[in-house]
């Protein structure tokens, strides 16, 4: 249960970076409630595609398929440690005036570190059911909250948050990967 909360924790950082810069346009009950459903329907789907996905990989690379996962997770925590501020307000201006099929490329680009995080399930031997739910569960709640105090966190908070979760997810991928090496289970 601590690997799966470990893999979890950093993600609501991340979301809440996005719904805090999502909040500062100062949206209006509706539009809150479809931004935390939208945020809730595609951060607890990409995990699923992620273990599909790394599930056929597996298949197709056989025993690098663990180390392939470690790494996406390292690679993911890196993107988040230096991505930068203007890139979440670009999304989130986006992500609060779009419509119809572009919502679902705006969808997928805010959940790309659950995609991630679906090749690592496996690898950590978290039941997979409970893992979806509380993602999805986390993305809302923290969607709620970031978009209600927006307007009042500075960037540097928001930016913080996501710098947090991304070195969270590298110390994980370094743990998974001695684990791996040395042969202790985590």
Do not use: W
């Amino acid at each position: 249960m601590l690997k799966l909360l470990v893999l979890i924790l950093p993600l609501g950082l991340d979301t809440f970076a996005v719904a805090a810069a999502l909040g500062i346009a100062g949206l209006d009950r509706r539009q809150r409630l479809r931004v935390s459903l939208l945020f809730m329907a595609f951060e607890g789907g990409m995990p699923l595609v992620g273990l599909l996905a790394g599930a056929l990989i597996g298949g197709l690379i056989g025993s690098m398929a663990g180390l392939v996962a470690i790494g996406f997770l390292i690679v993911l925590g890196i993107v988040m440690l230096v991505s930068r501020a203007e890139e979440h307000e670009a999304r989130a201006a986006l992500l609060a005036k779009t419509r119809g099929l572009p919502v679902i490329g705006l969808g997928l680009s805010i959940s790309l570190d659950e995609l991630a995080i679906g090749f690592t399930l496996g690898l950590v031997k978290a039941p997979i059911g409970l893992a979806i739910a509380l993602i999805a569960l986390q993305a809302f709640v923290v969607a709620q909250v970031g978009l209600r105090v927006g307007s009042g966190v500075g960037d540097a908070v928001r930016e913080g948050a996501e710098k947090i979760a991304g070195a969270v997810l590298i110390l994980l991928g370094l743990a998974l990967a001695l684990s791996s090496l040395v042969g202790i289970p985590l």
